[in-house]
């Protein structure tokens, strides 16, 4: 699959970039050329490879154990702790430089 130069311009309205025809032009080429690459690293054989280095091998997991029980954290029970009462919404827009008694009130940004 190749990216276009309509593919490019509607990416670029979707993130309200202005791109000019050169820059355009370059990012083509440029998307094309990874996705040459990539299809190039997919005709590899690579199922004797062993794999090099594991994420969750490196941060806060316990290596003396094994299998699923190293990855226990990760399905632990969602328990809030220190459970604290939260803002009520006159007290939340009470400090609230403008607001309508329900919402705070805040200046457009984004604008077309």
């Given at each position: ?7 490019v311009?509607?990416?670029?309205d ?19 050329s990874?996705?040459?690459y990539i299809?190039?690293l ?7 490879v ?29 328990v809030?702790?220190g459970?604290r ?20 009130r ?7």
């Amino acid at each position: 699959m190749k990216v276009t130069e309509k593919d490019v311009t509607y990416v670029a309205d979707l993130a309200n970039l202005e791109l000019s025809g050169e820059e355009r032009v370059g990012m083509v080429r440029d998307l094309n050329s990874i996705l040459d690459y990539i299809e190039m690293l997919n005709q590899l054989d690579t199922s004797n490879v062993e794999p090099m280095a594991q994420v969750s091998d490196r941060y806060g997991v316990d290596q003396s154990k094994q299998g699923s029980e190293r990855f226990a954290y990760a399905n632990r029970e969602d328990v809030i702790e220190g459970l604290r009462k939260s803002l009520s919404q006159e007290s939340a827009l009470a400090n609230a430089p403008d607001g309508d008694g329900t919402f705070f009130r805040v200046p457009k940004v984004i604008e077309r």
